[in-house]
């Protein structure tokens, strides 16, 4: 699999590199020292991942990002950020990125990441992801929802129950343990989820979930 490393320092980006270059599977097929850059590249090398630093001159990490999506690209954005509560992640999942994670991640963590997000899942940490939520959604205390709870209802009961599963940051094989079916059946509701709420990915999901009441911060 392909990654573009975006970050302003040389230093961070050497670390990336010799991370990721260990693993026979990973090619690093460039750099990238502020968004603009990024976009650019994307369009040339059309990478798999792009690893996205979130603060940066000239353009930043979630422009950039919006920028890449919005091209039709099929690359998928995967940020990093020093702060696990930074509204650049929270905008970053926003303008459609596939997670985010934390600089100090450990680099089995790390690899383990671009794997899955070049695969087509979604890194959502439950942790970070739920605070970041709670910051920026407030505390769910009987306020509006920041989305007209309307949009989820396309879906069946069932459907509601395997978004619920989603917004708690549970794998296939947790929701079919706790909804006492396949994981098959499991990853065919996922699918109809995130068609009929036309999202991109869990991370999306997970957002909405919040968003539109269905799930409260700190629940």
Do not use: C, W
């Not at 995130?194 to 979930?209: F, I, P, W």
């Amino acid at each position: 699999m392909s990654v573009l490393l975006v970050d302003d320092q040389e230093l961070m980006r050497m670390g990336l590199r010799m991370v990721l270059g260990a693993h026979d599977d990973i090619a690093v097929v460039g750099e990238a020292g502020d968004g603009a850059s990024a976009v650019a590249q994307t369009h040339t090398l059309a990478p798999d991942v792009v690893l996205m630093d979130v603060r940066m001159p000239v353009v930043d990490g979630v422009a950039a990002t919006r920028q890449i999506l919005d091209s039709g690209s099929t690359s998928r954005v995967l940020v990093m950020t020093t702060f696990d509560l930074d509204e650049y992640a929270m905008d970053a999942l926003h303008a459609g990125a596939s997670g985010f994670l934390l600089k100090d991640t450990p680099p089995a963590d790390l690899v383990s990441a671009v794997r899955s997000v070049a695969a087509g899942d979604a890194v959502v940490s439950p942790r970070v992801t739920r605070r970041l939520l709670h910051r920026f959604l407030g505390d769910g205390g009987g306020g509006t929802p920041a989305r007209d709870p309307s949009v989820l209802d396309v879906l069946t009961d069932r459907e509601r129950e395997v978004l619920v599963q989603i917004a708690a940051g549970r794998s296939n094989q947790e929701i079919s343990a706790a909804l006492s079916v396949s994981e098959s059946t499991v990853k065919s509701h996922v699918g109809r989820v995130l068609t009929k709420l036309d999202l991109r990915d869990r991370v999306q999901a997970v957002v909405l979930a919040y968003e539109t009441g269905l799930v409260r911060p700190g629940a």
